[in-house]
């Protein structure tokens, strides 16, 4: 992949240009690995022979909100527009698995936390195993995670623009790469209903908030994914902060709508934000 960089990675280098450092380590993409970096008076080196002006570097520096590619000695900022949703999407950074920013608002929970282990809180909540059905694709990392412990995941993705998005990012390539993932593209209430009566040994549901896509949260969408489910099946629904009020509104609509479908068992996964449902 092309090196990517945020301020989290460009402030600590305008340190070191200042202190008269020559060479620097830090990490091209997002914090996975590190690389060892070249710091001239006027420029900064990277491995691949690019080069970068340090006013480049300090305009990376001074967007807390971006993540930016490294191409042909040129940033580029991580950010697409859908024309068919009418939506922007963007990279931003944290210290761990960036989030992606759609429509301006985080996609993940980073306040006490961030997007990888916000991720974990909800694999550890329902245990994947067998067959996985990943309601929400998103950067994948649900799918991602999934993968480590199951046999295969199914993730599906509304929006082909967020297929662009992970592309770019260093953390979404098993995405791409691992054979135990099949992506799909579509809206999940509609790919559902295309699939076979328990095919599936958990079901990980992330959807967007209730007034975006309020169909994922009906009775029609919960009545097939217990068909999908094998027999003592398992969805992890993500709603939200349990304490807020909102929060309280949705989980009690979810929790009575999954026991009229047929759900013998809800119960809180409060450290994952949702609820787990027992076929």
């Known amino acids: 992949m092309m090196p990517i960089l945020s301020h989290i990675q460009a402030r600590p280098l305008l340190t070191a240009r200042d202190r ?20 001239t008076p006027t420029h900064l080196r990277l491995p691949d022979g690019q080069q970068l002006a340090w006013v480049q570097v300090e305009e990376i520096a001074a967007s807390e909100n971006s993540c930016y590619l490294v191409e042909d000695d040129d940033i580029h900022k991580i950010q697409f527009f859908s024309e068919a949703f009418n939506r922007a999407y963007s990279l931003y950074p944290t210290h761990s698995a960036p989030t992606m920013l759609v429509a301006g608002f985080p996609m993940h929970r980073i306040k006490d936390t961030d997007p990888w282990r916000d991720t974990q809180a909800k694999i550890q909540a329902v245990q994947p195993m067998g067959s996985v059905l990943d ?51 579509g809206d999940s209430f509609d790919v559902v209903e295309t699939m076979a009566d328990g095919r599936f040994s958990c079901i990980i549901h992330d959807p967007p908030t209730f007034s975006l896509a309020g169909h994922l949260y009906s009775a029609d969408f919960y009545r097939e994914l217990w068909r999908l489910l094998k027999p003592k099946g398992r969805v992890f629904h993500y709603i939200g902060d349990p304490d807020s009020r909102s929060g309280r509104t949705v989980t009690r609509g979810v929790v009575r709508r999954l026991q009229e479908v047929g759900f013998r068992q809800v119960k809180p996964a409060p450290r994952a934000f949702g609820v787990v449902a027992y076929k």
């Open 20 to 39: 008269g450092e020559t060479a620097v380590s830090t990490s091209l993409d997002l914090g996975m690995k590190t690389a060892v970096l070249s710091l």
């Open 135 to 185: 309601c929400n694709m998103g950067l994948g990392y649900t799918a991602i995670q999934a993968a480590e412990r199951a046999d295969h995941v199914t993730t599906i993705e509304l929006d082909p623009t967020v297929v662009e998005v992970c592309g770019c990012n260093p953390w979404s390539q098993p995405l791409f790469d691992n054979p135990k993932i099949t992506r799909l593209l």
